[in-house]
């Protein structure tokens, strides 16, 4: 069972534009929930992430929406730039869970191009 | 410095060979974390150990064999891999305050392995 989806699988924009995935969850336990950025042969890298207690959190040209009543949230990145092509993806977990009982569930990911 | 480094880069190995997988962080993050990323997909959790114990097995054959000397090693040891598991291998870390793993992983390049 997917706990978290995510959405488009891909995405084209254009140099300049503005690139929006989505993601559910279900499990309503999830407090905690990051993005990674993922360029071809890398390791993920936090790009950044928000807890369910703010609606919006930004960092430069990127920015996490939250609706905790509807259990979305979506990254959007505005200026879209060729650097920016990459596979994105969200990810939840239950925070302070305890001891060493601690898990990501991550989205299946979306890949991002940006044309100049 | 948020950098975790793994070796070696790239691996081949035959499915009678033993090989081992180093990871490396001096953040004096006490949760490390062992995952497996094939093409396309998002990183498979295998294993967590915590205050240098293992916690978290994912069901993970016994054909891998992690070890944790330190606080900032953690090894992946592999033998008798079949040509499926070839794979991004990829290692994280994270803090352990007050006993509880924190949210924030933080990811290795990875070693991309491929099984003859």
């Known amino acids: 069972q997917q706990q978290v989806k995510q959405s488009p699988q891909s995405l084209i924009v254009q140099k300049g534009g503005i690139s929006i995935i989505n993601c559910a969850y279900e499990?309503?336990?999830?407090?905690?929930f990051p993005w990674y950025q993922q360029f071809p042969g890398k390791g993920p890298a936090l790009l950044i992430a928000?807890?369910?207690?703010?609606s919006e959190k930004k960092e430069g040209r990127f920015t996490i929406s939250f609706n905790k009543s509807a259990k979305q949230f979506s990254l959007h990145i505005m200026d879209s730039q060729p650097g920016d092509s990459a596979t994105y993806f969200c990810?939840?977990?239950?925070?302070?869970?305890?001891?060493?009982?601690?898990?990501?569930?991550f989205g299946k990911g979306t890949l991002l191009t940006v044309n100049p | 410095d948020t950098e975790v480094t793994q070796t070696p880069k790239h691996l081949v190995m035959g499915m009678t060979n033993k090989k081992s997988l180093k990871c490396e962080q001096h953040?004096?993050?006490?949760?490390m974390y062992w995952y497996k990323q094939k093409a396309k997909k998002p990183p498979e959790l295998m294993f967590v150990?915590?205050?240098?114990?293992?916690?978290i097995n994912e069901s993970v054959p016994s054909r891998f064999s992690p070890e944790c000397p330190n606080s900032s090693l953690l090894n992946l040891h592999l033998h008798a891999l079949q040509p499926e598991d070839s794979a991004l291998y990829l290692c994280?870390?994270?803090?352990?305050?007050?006993?509880?793993?924190?949210?924030?992983?933080?990811f290795g390049p990875g070693t991309r392995l491929t099984v003859l």
């Open positions: 994280a870390s994270s803090q352990v305050v007050g006993g509880i793993n924190t949210d924030t992983q933080y």
């Open positions: 499990n309503t336990a999830f407090d905690y």
């Open positions: 928000i807890r369910p207690d703010v």
């Open positions: 990810a939840a977990t239950r925070s302070h869970s305890g001891g060493s009982n601690y898990k990501l569930t």
């Open positions: 953040m004096g993050h006490r949760a």
């Open positions: 150990y915590s205050y240098e114990k293992l916690s």
